[in-house]
């Protein structure tokens, strides 16, 4: 059964922490992993990652996807409160190709 | 604005009673998707459509129905054979072109209660 394993469910840091979220997948087909953000309502679109190895930015956000392994790291740094959020790790594939999500990691940035 | 739009944002029903959740979006994507998400649970898939006129059902259909008559609406009806309809429901469309992969965009979200 295709499955995406997310850790830790929840974590809360201070502002100008550094955060690693972790992202484990078994996805037959397996295609690219995707990470949301989702504050309040609906999940909004961070990275797409296709390729094992190479680091994909924006701003205080990056993030890597080990094909060999089977997982992808979401890290920020320097933490703010407005980054408070649950994150959303998905795998694209599967016997009819879809998005496969993961139970999200709930991270609260304390001020 | 391009986007996605859902509404209502909380709907309030009676057990028993069949609801219909809206869904559109002006991104002139071919496929669109229902989720059903619970406290620690992720997203579940519901029914997902590629194209007019055709739908297919995702992880957990029971108890909803789905109709495409238009690319750009997919109304979902929550049925009164579902047995925990209580949940904050998403819909999100996508383009269908082939390749390694594609972002869903995701509309604001309705928050259904039944009681």
């Known amino acids: 059964e295709d499955k995406v394993v997310q850790s830790p469910l929840s974590l809360v840091v201070h502002e100008g922490d550094t955060v690693t979220l972790n992202c484990s997948y078994e996805?037959?087909?397996?295609?690219?992993l995707l990470w949301y953000k989702q504050e309040k309502k609906a999940p909004t679109f961070l990275f797409m990652l296709?390729?094992?190895?190479i680091e994909k930015k924006s701003g205080r956000l990056s993030s890597i996807l080990d094909k060999k392994e089977l997982f992808s790291i979401l890290n920020i740094t320097a933490t703010q409160t407005g980054d408070s959020a649950i994150y959303l790790c998905?795998?694209?594939?599967?016997?009819?190709?879809?998005?496969?999500f993961g139970t999200g990691t709930l991270l609260a940035v304390q001020p | 604005d391009g986007g996605i739009t859902q509404s209502p944002k909380y709907l309030f029903r009676k057990e028993g009673q069949n609801v219909t959740l809206s869904c559109e979006q002006n991104?002139?994507?071919?496929?669109m998707y229902w989720y059903r998400q619970d406290p620690g649970q992720g997203l579940r898939l519901i029914y997902y459509?590629?194209?007019?006129?055709?739908?297919q059902k995702g992880d957990i259909a029971e108890g909803y129905s789905v109709s495409r008559e238009k690319k750009e609406s997919f109304p979902l009806t929550v049925t009164s054979a579902q047995k925990n309809p209580t949940a904050f429901y998403l819909c999100?469309?996508?383009?269908?072109?082939?390749?390694?992969?594609?972002?869903?965009?995701f509309g604001p979200g309705t928050r259904l209660t039944v009681t």
């Open positions: 999100a469309s996508s383009t269908t072109k082939e390749g390694v992969g594609y972002e869903q965009y």
């Open positions: 996805v037959t087909n397996f295609r690219s």
């Open positions: 296709t390729s094992s190895g």
């Open positions: 998905a795998g694209y594939g599967g016997a009819t190709n879809k998005l496969i």
């Open positions: 991104l002139n994507h071919d496929a």
């Open positions: 459509s590629q194209i007019v006129n055709d739908f």
